[in-house]
């Protein structure tokens, strides 16, 4: 079967670095994207990879490595408002997401 | 450009009564994907639309159906509710979608489902 792995939830302190890690198996691989949810409203997206490597925008940043299957979300300088729930979704042999079930990130002052 | 439009936003029902959830897309968006979500399980794939045409569908039973009209809104059906239904429903537009695209997901804030 198709499987998502995330940590259910991760605390940090404001101004710190966090990272957030997804391990998948999936019927093939297209592509991986990050995406933010806050609480009560709609996921938005962060950032996709379909080769290795580290993508950086601004204080967000995700790796992959597609032989180890694995992926991690970076930010830096943390903010109040980057609590919410990370959600890590990969894109399997016929474009279809599989999602994980999410990871929720409590900021602490 | 406004973004994803669901209604209702919150929805009461009973057990073994239908509902219908809409879905208008962000304009230019022919592709609109509806997923489940609830707590824990993360976001489960019901099914994609593409210009009116259903191109890709999830695990859920028969109950649940939906349709996309020229226009390219979209509405979902659950008919004969039962408790675990309860959920939060999202759609999500965009430019492509579906086989051979990795257009991203705009997605709606969703219309919260109690089954009582």
């Known amino acids: 079967g198709q499987n998502i792995d995330q940590p259910t939830e991760m605390t940090a302190t404001e101004g710190a670095i966090v990272q957030i890690n997804c391990t998948y198996q999936?019927?093939?691989?297209?592509?991986l994207f990050w995406y933010q949810q806050h609480a009560g409203e709609a996921p938005t997206f962060l950032s996709y990879?379909?080769l290795d490597g580290l993508e950086e925008k601004g204080r967000f940043s995700s790796f992959l490595s597609r032989s180890k299957g694995y992926s991690y979300l970076l930010l830096k300088e943390l903010q109040m408002k980057d609590s919410a729930s990370y959600l890590c979704?990969?894109?399997?042999?016929?474009?279809?997401?599989?999602w994980g079930a999410g990871t929720k990130l409590i900021i602490k002052p | 450009k406004a973004g994803v439009t669901q209604t209702p936003r919150y929805l009461i029902k009973t057990r073994g009564q239908q509902v219908t959830l809409s879905c208008s897309p962000i304009?230019?968006?022919?592709?609109v994907s509806w997923y489940q979500q609830t707590p824990g399980q993360g976001l489960q794939f019901l099914f994609e639309y593409f210009s009116e045409t259903q191109r890709n569908k999830g695990n859920f039973p028969g109950r649940f159906s939906g349709r996309q009209f020229s226009n390219s809104r979209s509405e979902m059906n659950v008919s004969t509710l039962e408790l675990g239904d309860s959920a939060l429903y999202l759609c999500?537009?965009?430019?492509?979608?579906?086989?051979?695209?990795?257009?991203?997901?705009?997605f709606g804030n969703g219309t919260r489902l109690t089954v009582t």
């Open positions: 999936t019927s093939g691989f297209n592509g």
């Open positions: 304009s230019g968006h022919r592709s």
């Open positions: 990879n379909v």
């Open positions: 999500a537009s965009s430019l492509a979608g579906g086989f051979g695209s990795n257009s991203p997901l705009h």
């Open positions: 979704a990969v894109s399997d042999s016929n474009y279809q997401l599989i």
